[in-house]
C-alpha cells in the first residue's frame, strides 16, 4: 500500500488554464523565497524570487503573491503549457545566518503539476 | 552557457567501498552546496561552502566529506559508502551571500548496495 509522505501533492489543469501553486512558509524571519521547477531526470531550476520587502512580483508568464501575515507564498503560472508539467517547489531563506548549521535555505517538498490535453 | 555540472550522472556502487563524486561550476560563484534528495523529504542540505577552503556542515552531513581547494569545484565524497546513503544527489552554487537563486546540476543518483 501507500506510505504517507511517498507521494507528492498534485494539481492538474486543463491546458492554456491558469495554474495556482501554494507553499506555506514556517518561519516568519525568512526575508527571501524562491520557486524552483524540476522536471523529470534534471535538476531544480529557478524560475522566479521574492524578498519580504515586496508582496507580488512578476515574470514571463509567472507571478509569485507573497503574504506574509499567514507566511503563504503562491505560484501563478498563465496560460499553462504542457512543458509546464513539473514538480514545482518553493524554499525560504532566513537570510544571513552566522556559525554553523544549513545555510538559511529550507525547500518544501513540493507539487506536482500535471497538464490535461 | 553558466552551468554546474556533477559526475558521474548514475552510479551502482557496494557498501564500503569509497567513491567521489564531482561538481563544477563555470559561474565564479563563491558558495557552493551539495543536497541529497529523497521521496516523501525534499531537498536536504548535506555540506555548503562560503569560498574557498570554508567548508560547513548542513543538516544531515554524517558519512559525507567534502573539499573546496578551488573555486569552481566541490567534490562529494563518501569514504565508506552504506545503502542509506543511496539517493539522489544535486550540487549547486550561487554568487556572494544571502538573497541570490541557487542553480543546480542536473544530479547524480547514487545506489549503494
Known amino acids: 500500500g501507500e506510505s504517507v509522505g511517498l507521494h507528492l501533492p498534485t494539481l492538474s489543469v486543463q491546458e492554456g488554464d491558469n495554474s495556482i501553486i501554494n507553499c506555506a512558509y514556517s518561519?516568519?524571519?525568512?526575508?527571501?523565497f524562491i520557486w524552483y521547477k524540476q522536471e523529470s531526470g534534471k535538476g531544480p531550476q529557478f524560475i522566479i524570487d521574492?524578498?519580504?520587502?515586496?508582496d507580488k512580483r512578476q515574470g514571463q508568464r509567472v507571478t509569485v503573491l507573497l503574504n506574509k501575515t499567514v507566511k503563504h507564498l503562491s505560484l501563478q503560472i498563465a496560460a499553462t503549457q504542457p512543458g509546464d508539467s513539473a514538480v514545482y517547489f518553493c524554499?525560504?531563506?532566513?537570510?544571513?545566518?552566522?556559525?554553523?548549521?544549513?545555510?538559511?535555505?529550507?525547500f518544501g517538498k513540493g507539487t506536482h503539476l500535471i497538464i490535461q490535453p | 552557457e553558466a552551468q554546474v555540472t556533477q559526475n558521474p550522472r548514475y552510479l551502482i556502487t557496494v557498501t564500503g567501498k569509497k567513491l567521489t563524486v564531482t561538481c563544477s561550476q563555470n559561474?565564479?560563484?563563491?558558495?557552493m552546496s551539495w543536497y541529497r534528495q529523497d521521496p516523501g523529504l525534499g531537498l536536504r542540505q548535506i555540506y555548503y561552502?562560503?569560498?574557498?577552503?570554508?567548508?560547513d556542515k548542513g543538516d544531515v552531513p554524517e558519512g559525507y566529506k567534502v573539499s573546496r581547494k578551488e573555486k569552481r569545484n566541490f567534490p562529494l565524497i563518501l569514504e565508506s559508502p552504506s545503502p542509506n546513503q543511496t539517493s539522489l544527489y544535486f550540487c549547486?552554487?550561487?554568487?556572494?551571500?544571502?538573497?541570490?537563486?541557487?542553480?543546480f546540476g542536473d544530479g547524480t543518483r547514487l545506489s549503494i548496495l
Open positions: 518561519n516568519s524571519a525568512s526575508d527571501y
Open positions: 559561474m565564479n560563484h563563491e558558495y
Open positions: 561552502s562560503m569560498n574557498v577552503e570554508v567548508t
Open positions: 549547486a552554487s550561487r554568487a556572494g551571500t544571502g538573497n541570490q537563486p541557487q542553480h
Open positions: 524554499a525560504e531563506n532566513l537570510g544571513s545566518k552566522s556559525g554553523g548549521g544549513a545555510d538559511g535555505l529550507t
Open positions: 521574492i524578498r519580504s520587502n515586496m
